[in-house]
């Protein structure tokens, strides 16, 4: 299974004034991360406490009906184009590039063996949008429109767009057989709207935040519609969640990442780097991003007293940002934390010909060596750097990148994070800074109820008491 390697936190490597006792610590905090671990898990079925997220690998209901879906439509759409912002594109778009091909999109339908080919519309630039459509058929293209209020701004005018390009393009008993819509099983705008539409459906789950939904419909209904086995995601969560159940801290890698965070974030380590040594783990990064700093930075704690905590995520990828980032991370201010993700086996290794440039010497000493080997010395050697840089660092490993471990990857950052948000006394399943900015959007788009916000979302009012 995964694996979690924070040796490089303790004070024995990088010293007393950077590093943690890790036995003292976890000895000091054991019996609180018992009751948070066992509470987080208590209330994973409670009403309103936005933790039912912790159900979805044991949802086979789910599986079977996005599978069920998937095989209906296989060879009728050649182009699926997901529209949604945050949680509702970043996950899905990290699940895809993971386990796809990397050039998915550039191969043929033979190839693909009549999956469609993915994109994503997460922005309101016409810059990306108008040039999309100019290049797809109406007659092969199918739209997941995904919103669980249907009120997102972003989400629901880029669905307005497509449904008029598919009007216009396409008979109107047609239309509804290229749209499906995820979202609220009740509630909102989406769901009376594709209900008398006639489009097919799939919910996004009472308590299941944006940033956790990545294994509802939100990510398996994509993942399905492009042939990634949805149960191998499933069966990964589960075999893992016996391990993150585990009240004992020692054996806990969730429960340990997020104590480790949260105690260097109180010695002023305040920045979270997230590192995958992975190309097709790149996307993870934006997704991690998302995660920790919505479900962390916070302005009140539980109390109601202001407090302004939150880890700030800084994304990275191995080895590119070795030329980039990591002068700063080995020189610059000693106050960040590093997760790298690294991966026991690739699916594909080649190796650097030995007959190449026999005549300089320089570059001798990487003939007839697998590329597999270089990414490895290129992510121990900067680990090595980081931590002799007296900088506290921990790795997660995964065996291969796969369904299975993928899955389990992201659900153990998922729970990570809710145990952190415990720890740092805060909710981390709220929003209130996000909900601000879309009520200034929607002042500034004139919908109806909003008009006192337009002066301060003009600036021509001060915003020192809103």
Known sequence: MIELDYRNVSADKIGREHGLDIQEAFAQHQDKLKT???EIYAQKDQAGGWKRWLNLGYDSTLADSVNQYAQSVKGKFSDMVILGIGGSSLGGYALLRALLHPYWNQLSDEQRDGQPRYYFVENVDADQIAPLMDMLNPE???FLVISKSGTTAETMSAFMLAKAWLDKNLPAE???EHIVAITDAQKGVLRPVANAAGYQTFEVPDDVGGRFSVFSAVGLLPAALCGVSVKEMQRGICELDAV??????????AAQGALIQYLLYERHKHIAVF?????????VSDWFTQLWAESLGKKHNLHGDVVHTGP???????????HSQVQLFNEGPNDKVFTFVAVGRPDRDLTIPNDQFTDVEDLNYLNGKPMSELMRAEFESTRASITTNLRPNMTLTIPQVDAYHFAQLLYLLEVQTAIAGALLDIDPFDQPGVELAKKYTYALMGRKGYEDLIPVARG???????
Do not use: C, W
């Open 312 to 322: 700030t995520p800084v994304r990275a990828v191995g080895v590119t940002d070795q």
């Open 36 to 38: 948070i671990v066992s």
């Open 244 to 253: 993150l159940q585990k009240t004992d801290l020692t054996q806990n890698p």
């Open 174 to 176: 047609k239309v509804r």
């Open 275 to 283: 590192m995958p040594y992975s190309f097709r783990l790149a996307s």
């Open 460 to 466: 021509e009012k001060s915003a020192v008491h809103v």
């Open 140 to 142: 092969r293209t199918l």
